[in-house]
Structures are given as structure tokens and as C-alpha cells.
């Protein structure tokens, strides 16, 4: 089994409403794919992010969370989300 890191936000209905009030242009230009943000499934929830190297600094990590905050804010400028909310998590590849 193949572990990969994944940093991301929970996809919880506040999220969900959210993003459905955003473009739906937007939403499917940044969530589809894997270029911006992916959705994984992770114990039974859904997680909205990005797939990281297993490599990852300190540092580098902190980027890539500000990076996901700004995809979001993106997408939708009246998202709230805020570094405590995002993740690191351990799923499979």
C-alpha cells in the first residue's frame, strides 16, 4: 500500500453552501482535476486540498497552506476558512 500526504480543509455543509453560492465555473475550474485543488475521501469524510510530497518541509508545508487558503478565497472571495480548519492527512494513493 502506497501512502501519500494530502493538506486540506473538511468538506462540511458550511463549505458546501458556501461554494455553491460561489461560480460554478470557478468551483469546477479549481476542484476538477488534480492541477489545483482534489477532493479525496478519508475516513468516511471528504476533504478538499492538495496532494503533497512525502518530503515536505516545515516550511514548504506552511506555503502550500496559504497556497490552499488563496485557491479557495479564489473561488469564492466570502469563503471562510482559516489555517486551524486545514489538515495533514495519510491516505492511500
Known sequence: MDLALFVGT???????????RCK???VTLFT??????????????TYLGKKVDNT??????KDL???I????????PT????????VLLSHEQ
Open 79 to 86: 469563503i471562510t476558512i482559516t489555517a486551524d480548519k486545514l
Open 56 to 61: 515536505l518541509s516545515t516550511e514548504e508545508l
Open 32 to 45: 476538477t482535476g488534480d492541477v489545483y485543488l482534489q477532493k479525496i475521501q478519508h475516513e468516511g469524510k
Open 65 to 67: 497552506s496559504c497556497n
Open 69 to 76: 487558503e488563496s485557491l479557495l478565497k479564489r473561488i469564492c
Open 10 to 20: 473538511p468538506l462540511d455543509k458550511s463549505l458546501q453552501m458556501q461554494l455553491k
Open 24 to 26: 460554478k465555473e470557478l
